[in-house]
Nanobody, 125 residues
Framework: QVQLVESGGGLVQAGDSLRLSCAAS????????VGWFRQAPGKEREFVAA??????STYYADSVKGRFIVSSAKNTVYLRMNNLRPEDTGVYYC????????????????????WGQGTQVTVSS
């Protein structure tokens, strides 16, 4: 059974950067899709970014395009977040799917069958 562990969250000021990590135990990310989602208090979980660890294809939400970069290395997927804004605040989750990478389906939570516990990101203004 694959387990995912996120790390790297914290409290930062607007304009700062953070790098989140999503480490998999049990197997590598050699042929999977890994997505990043976030959830602010009182709001639904929303898609942030996704990567195909086999071919390197990526996809981003419009709200983070140009500021966030998703990458992968062996059994870890990273989310580099630059120029953070207060509206980026939330709990960030990584999730794993064995489905093929598709820019339409990767934005939906139901594609993913394994989720991490989340890491808190707070951006102050």
């Amino acid at each position: 059974q694959v387990q995912l562990v996120e790390s790297g969250g914290g409290l930062v000021q607007a304009g700062d950067s953070l790098r989140l990590s999503c480490a998999a135990s049990g197997r590598t990310f050699s042929t999977y899709v890994v997505g990043w989602f976030r959830q602010a208090p009182g709001k639904e979980r929303e898609f942030v970014a996704a990567i195909s660890t086999a071919g390197g294809s990526t996809y981003y939400a419009d709200s983070v395009k140009g500021r966030f970069i998703v990458s992968s290395a062996k059994n870890t997927v990273y989310l580099r977040m630059n120029n953070l804004r207060p509206e980026d605040t939330g709990v960030y989750y990584c999730a794993h799917s064995t489905s093929p990478f598709n820019s339409i389906s990767v934005v939906t939570t139901r594609l993913y069958n394994i989720w991490g516990q989340g890491t808190q990101v707070t951006v102050s203004s």
